[in-house]
């Protein structure tokens, strides 16, 4: 028995990155015993629905859950929930929990995720001032939006336009805030930032672009009662939500003296720069032979295709990742798809139109599809995927001919 847990593989983390190698771990029958350490109380599950659907009470708690917690127990590995690991002994291949107990482990793979950027501005500490990235966090938020209180969100990135969707179609009157000159600017061209934005404002949400905040007006009892702006305004708040990023969570490994920079640099095969430690998820900045340069990504996909990675490594194949990166968004009624990264592009081309609440837009470079966002539109996104793994260089009258099969481009 003692063998066994100094053999045992030592998963830190328990979100989707965490989940998905388990699982895959399970498909593998991967001779060893796996232990997983999580901080949060619950079985691995997906953060997703906690801006959408969860948010809105439409799916409770257990249906996050990847796989109950049986499935993992059943093929004889462990979970050890409610526990954080505070350092690493690569020495000694070591690990201390914050229960005080020690873990050996044989292989190590993290998976510690990332943490939200906060906003350290005068007043950040008042009360109702809100950040969401696990189930609790979703649990206090939905609690305070009842129809007719006053939300603003600072930050118009997915997640933030996620909540204002949720939050308007409740009766909440919800003032979205943004830096940029556009919506989700980091991540999607003019088009797609121009839709949004009709569609928020046409859905009765005040999205204020341009918009720098200073920090946060006090009101009774220590709570928020707005959101003050250079330009000297200040925005009536009942409920704040700051949805301004996340940094990846690479404390742990840095005190052990792994590689990291901006996220814990890993190899295709997402080895760190210790051999018999890997990492996977939004914790890493990685190669995917895919892109030129080394990577870092915030979404489910990467955790899990990293997460397959890892699988294939700790099973001794030959498998490097090697995947276009791709996303999702549901906002109302919009289904937003998006595969690759369109920030090095040259040339946009439509097909079909906003007005249809139905398009993509394909983003090129040098003549090659680079990626594409698709609107109610899957079929654009499943061939968009295709297209862009491979490079594939599509004339733009081709692209936007709504005669042309898209099916045909493959
Ligand atoms: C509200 C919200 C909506 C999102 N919507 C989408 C979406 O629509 N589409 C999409 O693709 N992506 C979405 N994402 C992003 C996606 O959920 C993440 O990219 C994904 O969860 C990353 O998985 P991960 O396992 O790397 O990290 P996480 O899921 O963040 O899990 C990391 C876990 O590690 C634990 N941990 C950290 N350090 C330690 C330690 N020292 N000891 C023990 N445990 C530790 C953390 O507590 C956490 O539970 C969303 C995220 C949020 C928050």
Redesign the pocket.
């Given at each position: 028995m003692e063998n066994e847990k100094q053999d045992a593989t030592v998963i830190?983390?328990?979100?989707?990155?965490?989940g998905a190698l388990m699982t895959a771990l399970i498909q593998k029958k991967y001779p060893h015993e796996v232990v997983l350490?999580?901080?949060?109380p619950y079985p691995p599950y997906q953060?997703?629905p906690?801006?959408k659907t969860y948010l809105s009470g439409e799916v409770n708690e257990e249906s996050l859950y990847l796989k109950p917690r049986s499935v993992y127990e059943g093929a004889g590995h462990q979970l050890r929930l409610g526990v954080?690991?505070e350092n690493i002994d690569r020495d000694n291949k070591t690990l201390t929990l914050s229960d005080q107990s020690t873990l050996k482990y044989g292989r190590l793979i993290l998976?510690?995720?990332?943490h939200v950027r906060r906003l350290n501005a005068p007043g950040s500490e008042l009360k109702g001032i809100h950040y969401?990235?696990d189930i609790a966090d979703t649990d206090t938020l939905r609690d305070q939006l009842s129809p007719g209180a006053r939300l603003v969100i600072v930050g118009g990135g997915?997640?933030g336009l996620e909540v204002a969707a949720s939050a308007s179609k409740k009766g909440v009157n919800v003032t979205v805030l943004e830096g940029a000159e556009r919506l989700m600017q980091r991540v999607t061209g003019v088009e797609m930032s121009s839709f949004l934005y009709a569609k928020h404002s046409g859905s009765g949400v005040d999205v204020r672009l341009n918009t720098a905040v200073t920090g946060f007006k006090a009101g009774d009892q220590g709570r928020v009662a707005g959101v003050t702006l250079a330009n000297g305004e200040t925005v009536d708040a009942d409920v704040v939500l700051v949805s301004i990023g996340v940094i990846p969570?690479t404390a742990?490994a840095e005190a052990a003296g792994l590689s990291c920079e901006d996220g814990i640099l890993v190899d295709e095969y997402v080895r760190t720069s210790d051999p018999s430690i890997l990492a996977?998820?939004?914790?890493t900045r990685h190669r995917n032979l895919f892109f030129e340069k080394m990577q870092r990504l915030?979404?489910?996909?990467?955790?899990v295709d990293q997460a397959r990675t890892a699988a294939a490594t700790l099973m001794g194949e030959d498998k490097p990742y090697d995947s276009a990166p791709w996303?999702?968004?549901n906002q109302y009624d919009v289904r937003l798809q998006m595969v690759g990264l369109s920030q090095d592009h040259d040339e946009r081309v439509m097909r079909g139109s906003t007005e249809d609440k139905a398009f993509a837009v394909f983003y090129l470079r040098e003549g090659c599809v680079i990626a594409v966002d698709a609107v109610n539109m899957p079929i654009a996104f499943m061939v968009g995927k295709q297209l862009v793994q491979h490079r594939k260089s599509i004339s733009a009258d081709v692209l936007s001919d709504l005669d042309v099969e898209l099916k045909s481009l493959i």
């Open positions: 830190v983390g328990g979100g989707h990155a965490a350490v999580g901080e949060e953060r997703p906690l801006s954080r690991v998976a510690t995720g990332s969401l990235h997915y997640i969570e742990l996977i998820g939004d914790c915030e979404s489910v996909a990467n955790a996303f999702w968004s």
